[in-house]
């Protein structure tokens, strides 16, 4: 049974940088066969995948055209845990973030963090 | 880019059956998904490789996806389905997923 357990602030200001973590139990970061994934949810935008950070036999990341200038994505193996960072938010990156396991990197997602909402405000 | 449209709300009797769809262009040449989300919950997989179920999922989920549309079927839906469903695609080393549809069971 894989558990994911995000954390992270939930308000910013425009301008800031946007950081969560998610905590992974039951499988590992540097699994050869799953994605680590953060996909974000608004009423505007809907379900939207923003990228992914796997490991085979050395670190790749994908990351969605909307928001590639200004994403990473990052493993954390000492606390078997990956992060999100997302530059320059606006209040259209106001939202419920959520992170993801993709098991075989097949492009599902069988296990979900709890999500976080984030809110941009000034 | 690539889009998957879904009918904004579909309603079903108690156990009669409930299908909703997803279209994109040339859909069944790609593999279709489907995720079950409730009011303040985070998004359950129900259906993935267009058709199989995970782990824990009722048998009365099911999928299937030809041409330009994937169907996920609930056969005797319950109250307890009532939910947002997406579908979801990845084309072209990106992932889409559809607008949703609200199913009502009454």
């Known amino acids: 049974q894989v558990h994911l357990q995000q954390s992270g602030p939930g308000l910013l200001k425009p301008s800031q940088t946007l950081s969560l973590t998610c905590a992974i139990s039951g499988d590992s970061v540097s699994s050869n066969r799953a994605a680590w994934n953060w996909i974000r949810q608004s009423p505007s935008r809907g379900l939207e995948w923003l990228g992914r950070t796997y490991y085979r036999s050395k670190w790749y990341n994908d990351y969605a055209v909307s928001v590639k200038s200004r994403i990473s994505i990052n493993p954390d193996t000492s606390k078997n845990q990956f992060s999100l960072q997302l530059k320059s938010v606006t209040p259209e990156d106001t939202g419920v973030y959520y992170c993801?396991?993709?098991?075989?990197?097949?492009?599902?997602?069988?296990?979900w963090g709890q999500g976080t909402l984030v809110t941009v405000s000034s | 880019s690539y889009e998957l449209t879904q009918p904004p709300s579909v309603s079903v009797s108690p156990g009669q059956t409930a299908s909703i769809t997803c279209s994109g262009d040339?859909?069944?040449?790609?593999?279709a998904c489907w995720y079950q989300q409730k009011p303040g919950q985070s998004p359950v997989l129900v259906i993935y490789?267009?058709?199989k179920r995970p782990s824990g999922i009722p048998e009365r989920f099911s999928g299937s996806n030809s041409g330009n549309t994937a169907t996920l079927s609930i056969s005797g839906a319950q109250a307890m389905d009532e939910a947002d469903y997406y579908c979801q695609a990845w084309d072209s080393s990106t992932v889409v997923f559809g607008g949703g549809t609200t199913l009502t069971v009454l």
């Open positions: 040339k859909l069944g040449d790609k593999y």
């Open positions: 993801a396991r993709d098991p075989y990197s097949m492009i599902w997602y069988e296990d």
């Open positions: 490789q267009d058709k």
